[in-house]
Nanobody, 120 residues
């Protein structure tokens, strides 16, 4: 089981990016999925998450600008980022609780991280 994030890059302030993160492998069910970010010198922080039923939670710093969504058929979570600011520059990580149908491989998984850089 693994999570694969992509979609990062360099964008000017005010621009937009969409980050997808797909779970693959032997999967019975994907529960809550989320996006975190870690800026240089700072701790990794949750910015948004979404349950399997579609209930969402967004950090105050991104409310109104970022939107998390998911496609359960594709085991994929998305982060749509609009009105980007230089302070959004960070490595973005996806996270999910995955039930693989096997106790040994059921648990929280992290994607590898994707760099988002917002220039002023």
């Amino acid at each position: 089981v693994q999570l694969q994030a992509s979609g990062g890059g360099l964008v000017q302030a005010g621009g937009s990016l969409r980050l997808p993160c797909a779970a693959s492998g032997t999967i019975f069910k994907v529960d809550t999925m989320g996006w975190y970010r870690q800026a240089p010198g700072k701790q990794r922080a949750l910015i948004a998450d979404i349950t399997s039923a579609g209930s969402t939670n967004h950090a105050d710093s991104v409310k109104g600008r970022f939107t998390i969504s998911r496609d359960n058929a594709k085991n994929t979570v998305y982060l749509q980022m609009n009105s980007l600011k230089p302070e959004d520059t960070a490595v973005y990580f996806c996270n999910a609780f995955i039930d693989s149908g096997s106790y040994k491989y059921t648990g929280y998984y992290w994607g590898q991280g994707t760099q988002v850089t917002v220039s002023s």
